[in-house]
């Protein structure tokens, strides 16, 4: 047993991994689910098919390592979305995902009133904000919202309801038979007590407020506890050995942590995945409101992590391949290449999903502007790509205010860091040094694993952090920084011009 079998549950579907103690990735495999989108703010997926195509990875990955068991299982995942399930753990209605905006008109009495900011009212978020570093969202996309959904609009799938989960605490029950979860996965819950030194629980008079019902609340372990030990069924469906512990599964933002291997006070880095953000462990619980960005529940008691999420991020390109040039990732960004930086003053902004940070906006929608008749392929490839770090900046401005310090280099992860030119533009349009850690694609998997090994035990969170490495350094003075500064100027007005036209 000298390898941990590591889950990382994507917006896209699960992927699995062998990693190895020194944080080496050996197989991967991946499996791809659907999401079903409607025009009335559904967003939903099946658990069901979670679980059929976890199964079908996780074996691929034990088929490759035949010769031993792993050690532990660690998972983690998207989070923000819910999964109800019975007293076994089966899924009795469809996942109600982050992106789910069904339950909008039910928010506004939990956190709304007749005079708002965004959506808040100050006399009602008071509370939320003084105990939890943060709220429910006006739009309805989080487990309150899908809460008072099945209860509004759902009581069918309610009334068979045991427990409302988080996705990461989902497939720990169904490894282990166990319902918990932790301080880290019921973060958008916000019904924790997240001052530091305060006790541990939920706290009765937020899940009050909230409308939750707290029967149907899992119990709360400790962030970095062991679940329980695999069931037999899924051992013998997995062709690995019973009773290998299984660790409490954590945020994908946590696992990024890790993963990156900056775990020193405000050492920083951004997430390219599906959606994007940057995150550090800081030493104070913090929250600003107006901008979506709050220090929550951390990998321990002494230092919160820093939230925050930008809706789209590589995810536009992937909406760019499949939607409007069917092409592999390879020839895209071979393509973008070609083009000049600052792509001669086309703009895009990847708000294809809304925006929650730095502003929240459900309503606001993507763009091309200054296109031309000189306007290709390339230039709108490159465009997309550099929209999104230039959406990133707009972040960072106000992730380096939230943290009142100014950050020199961030490390670099997720599926749109594996491209280098992705990379060196957000070292140009960041100005800052951009460090890419090693398999950056894979690096939320590693994380997890490493994070499973403190949980047993096994490592220090130092230790952890330093079996990461770096493979390769972007400094911004390389990276047509002045092109990129241009074109900031223009980015930073575009949210003003275009919010207004979807509404």
């Not at 902004?349 to 502003?359: D, H, M, Q, Y």
Request: hydrophobic share 45%; proline share 7%.
């Amino acid at each position: 047993m000298t390898w941990i079998l590591a889950i990382d549950l994507g917006n896209g579907g699960p992927k699995v991994a062998a990693v190895e103690p020194d944080g080496a990735l050996g197989h991967v495999a991946h499996r791809a689910v659907s999401v079903d989108i409607g025009v009335d703010g559904r967003a939903t997926q099946d658990a069901d098919e979670w679980w059929t195509c976890l199964i079908e990875a996780a074996r691929e990955v034990v088929a490759a390592r035949i010769a031993d068991a792993p050690m532990a299982v660690a998972v983690t995942g998207q989070w923000g979305s819910t999964v109800p399930v019975d007293a076994e753990g089966q899924p009795v209605g469809p996942v109600l995902l982050w992106a789910d905006t069904r339950a909008r008109p039910y928010m506004r009495e939990v956190i709304g009133g007749p005079v708002t900011v965004q959506g808040f009212a100050p006399h009602r978020v008071l509370p939320w904000v003084r105990r939890t570093g943060g709220a429910p969202t006006p739009s309805g996309a989080d487990p309150t919202g899908h809460s008072l959904l099945l209860q509004r609009e759902f009581p069918e799938i309610l009334a068979r309801t045991r427990w409302l989960l988080e996705p990461v605490d989902y497939l720990g029950m169904r490894l282990t038979g166990r319902a918990a979860a932790t301080p880290a996965s019921m973060i958008l819950s916000w019904l924790t007590d997240n001052r530091i030194g305060a006790r541990e629980g939920y706290d009765e008079d937020l899940v009050r407020r909230a409308r939750r019902d707290p029967r149907l609340l899992p119990p709360l372990l400790p962030t970095g506890s062991v679940l329980g030990p695999l069931l037999p069924l899924v051992a013998e469906a997995l062709g690995i050995p019973p009773g290998i512990p299984v660790t409490c599964g954590i945020p994908d933002l946590h696992a990024a942590i890790v993963g990156s291997g900056a775990i020193a006070p405000f050492a920083s880095h951004i997430a390219v995945s599906t959606t994007a953000w940057i995150s550090s462990r800081v030493p104070f619980k913090r929250t600003d409101v107006l901008h979506s960005m709050a220090s929550v529940p951390g990998l321990d008691p002494r230092f919160p992590v820093v939230a925050d999420n930008q809706e789209v991020g590589g995810g536009a390109l992937r909406w760019l391949r499949e939607q409007v040039f069917d092409d592999d990732y390879a020839t895209l960004i071979d393509e973008a290449a070609s083009a000049p930086a600052g792509c001669e003053g086309v703009l895009f902004a990847p708000w294809l999903n809304g925006e929650r940070s730095p502003v929240e906006d459900k309503e606001v929608r993507a763009a091309f502007v200054g296109l031309s008749l000189r306007t290709d392929r390339a230039t709108m490839i490159r465009a997309a790509m550099e929209g999104v770090a230039l959406n990133g900046r707009w972040l960072f401005d106000v992730y380096e205010k939230f943290c009142k310090r100014r950050i020199d280099s961030l490390r670099i992860l997720g599926g749109g860091a594996q491209s280098e030119l992705w990379c060196s533009m957000f070292a140009g349009a960041f100005d800052r040094r951009i460090e890419q850690v090693a398999q950056p694609r894979d690096a939320q998997m590693r994380g997890a694993a490493l994070f499973a090994l403190v949980s047993l035990g096994e490592l220090s969170l130092a230790e952890a952090a330093a079996r990461v490495s770096v493979a390769t350094v972007f400094e911004p003075g390389d990276c047509d920084r002045e092109a990129y500064a241009d074109a900031y100027a223009e980015y930073r007005g575009l949210y003003k011009r275009l919010k207004g036209l979807r509404r």
